[in-house]
Structure formats: C-alpha cells, structure tokens
C-alpha cells in the first residue's frame, strides 16, 4: 500500500486540534470528521442507449480508482419514459485512503481547472452537516482524455461528514480546503 495521503496527515495533525480550539469541543472523539464521497453520476439518455451508461461507468471509474455500481429507476414514471427498474446513471462511494486521494485531487487540480471559477457555494449543506457539490463536466479532471470523451456529462459529489450541524461541518470543510464563496 502507499504512504498515507497528504490531506489525512494534514488532518489529523493541523485540523483536529485547530477544530477542537475553534468549535470548542471537549472530547477529541467529538471532532467532526470525513465519512465518505458518493460520486453519483445520472445518465437519463441511458434509458434508450446502454453505451452511453457503459461510457459513464468508464469515466467515473478513471476519475475515481473504483468501478461504478449502476443505479436503477425506483418506480416508473412515464414523462420520462422511464420504467422501474431501468439503469439511468452509475455511483461510487469512496471510504479510507481514496477517500483522502479523490479528495485531494478535486481540491488541487480538478477545482481550478473549472472555468470562471469563484468559489464553491457554502449553502448546499443538508442540515445534518453534509456537503453536496455539482459539477456540470467531467472534463475538469486531468484523467479524462479530451478526445476519447463522447459528450460532457455532470456528476454530484457528496462530502458526508459525522458533524451534527451545517456550522461544524462548514468548518471542517474550510479548514480541509474548499474553497468556499464569501457568505
């Protein structure tokens, strides 16, 4: 196995007694801490095409190190022409050192590579402290081949974090890295 990822070393020497001193927290065992990323990428065009499910699967597994479990409908809806049952996108969750290294990446390389970028918007968290980011085109991983790609397709990134609330979690993702827009 490789040496453990920069960011969780980062984590666990610099963020946690930092978080500890900022959120106020008494025991270290309550420091809210990165459970896992859910890459979830919806292919509604797969309805009518497999290849264009296989090709996603294709471009999540080189983004993220993992193959891609498929997702099907949970009931029929037929504005969509959609039946239960049917494959329509593919996800990945990510735990333990992949977790850290996708992490790293997005952070590092992905997230500047987005056009006109300012910052990730800090009102996307669910309430109970996890984090959702939608980005509109795989092509802002430097995985991806420009050429090799069929058509851009968007993917929600989920952070999922054992904070209570949207405030711990907000520190423990600023203090990670994101870089999130001024409120």
């Known amino acids: 196995m490789a040496d ?8 666990q020497t610099e963020i946690v007694p930092a978080l500890v001193e900022q959120l106020g927290i008494q025991n270290i065992n309550c420091v ?24 996603a699967m294709n471009d999540m597994r080189i983004i993220t190190g993992q193959q891609p479990c498929v997702t099907r409908a ?5 504005g969509f022409h959609v039946r239960e049952g049917q494959a329509i996108g593919c996800k990945v969750t990510l735990r333990g050192d992949r977790m850290w290294e996708f992490m790293d990446r997005l952070l590092a390389t992905a997230l500047p590579r987005v056009r006109d970028f300012r910052g990730i918007s800090p009102k996307s968290f669910d309430g109970r ?6 980005i509109t085109e795989q092509l802002i991983f430097p995985e991806i081949e420009y050429d090799k790609i069929d058509r851009t397709r968007g993917m929600d990134i989920t952070f999922v974090t054992n904070a209570g609330d949207n405030d711990a979690a907000f520190a423990l993702l600023s203090a990670l890295g994101f870089p999130f827009k001024s409120k």
């Open 4 to 11: 453990t990822p920069r960011l969780k070393v980062k984590y």
């Open 129 to 134: 402290g996890n984090y959702t980011l939608g």
């Open 32 to 55: 809210p801490k990165l459970e896992k990323i859910v890459v979830n990428m919806g292919v509604g065009a797969a309805a009518g095409d497999s290849k264009l499910l296989d090709a």
């Open 74 to 78: 949970k009931k029929s809806i037929a």
